[in-house]
């Protein structure tokens, strides 16, 4: 299964300042990029565990003995790391979002350049896909969705539409969800409305924000002290949740403040965010929106 190059894969492997001898997880496995990387810095000692929900990415399963994939959603790493014997690790990479194969896999449904069903599922086998979203939600669900997903400010309008023409028949696939929004798809920049639009019911159909949140929370309890954690986001709503765990271990409000003032965080910044060089997107342009952030448990 063709899967393009990681994406700023020594800046996200080095953020994880490895110790051979020690224990890691890549939790977003796709073409096992990263997790070769890994494992050529691991000594015989060392473990690799790795998630992929993803049924194409298990044809790409490493045979080492220091590897275990784990076909599971990683917003479950806490339990099946456990069910696997290990409590805590000493790093956790995270690549998050669509990988460049589901992107070029026209049947999942998950690019503008095809026309395609509506699916977006990452996997496969998930009860809701792209369809039963764009065509069962009610219109302020919808609504909502793309205003806080999409960040579309006529997101009403949009959401409105759908549920017009949607009265008159099912809309089906990719193509039919382009001329019903038609409209709304100036050719100037009808790609990225489209990209917009995409992106609000992949992470619906996905439930990509709270997936983060819950993989975020479990990796600080299962991080050894100096652990690293190490994360590539893509897009505005998955940084910005990042940025604010690593900041003070919350997504929402601050920290509480003792008496003097003062606040204790579960996590420690290390270096700057880090983005890819004109190089890395000249070869990669899934490169482009990347940012990594990594940090140290205290």
Not at 201 to 220: A, D, G, P
Request: charged share 30%; net charge neutral; hydrophobic share 40%.
């Amino acid at each position: 299964m063709e899967y393009h190059n990681p994406v700023l894969l020594k800046e996200s492997i080095d953020g994880l300042n490895i110790n051979p001898d020690g224990v890691y997880v890549d939790v977003t496995f796709g073409g096992g990029g990263h997790s070769k990387e890994i494992l050529s810095r691991l000594s015989p000692k060392g473990r690799l565990f790795a998630f992929d929900q993803d049924q194409d990415a298990w044809e790409n399963a490493l045979n080492d003995e220091r590897f275990c994939l784990i076909k599971e959603n990683f917003r479950f790493i806490k339990n099946f790391l456990r069910f696997q014997g290990v409590k805590s690790v000493d790093g956790i990479l995270a690549d998050l979002g669509v990988s460049s194969h589901q992107f070029d896999v026209a049947e999942r449904g998950f690019s503008t350049r095809f026309d395609a069903e509506l699916d977006m599922r990452m996997n496969q086998k998930g009860d809701l896909s792209a369809f039963m979203v764009v065509n069962n939600y009610e219109e302020a669900a919808l609504k909502k969705l793309f205003f806080e997903f999409g960040e579309l400010k006529n997101a009403g309008a949009i959401a409105n539409t759908i549920v017009l023409a949607r009265k008159d028949h099912p809309i089906k696939n990719t193509e039919q969800l382009k001329q019903v929004l038609s409209r709304f798809l100036p050719a100037h920049k009808s790609h990225k409305i489209l990209a917009q639009i995409y992106q609000a019911i992949r992470i619906e159909v996905n439930q990509e924000m709270e997936v983060l949140k819950e993989f975020l929370t479990q990796s600080l309890e299962i991080l050894k002290p100096q652990g690293r954690l190490s994360v590539i986001s893509y897009h505005s709503l998955e940084d910005r949740l990042v940025k604010r765990f690593m900041k003070n271990g919350m997504f929402e409000g601050e920290p509480e403040r003792d008496f003097f003032g003062n606040f204790s965080v579960p996590l420690k910044h290390i270096g700057k965010l880090i983005v890819p060089t004109n190089d890395e997107i000249r070869i990669n342009n899934r490169a482009r929106s990347a940012k990594l952030r990594i940090a140290e448990k205290v």
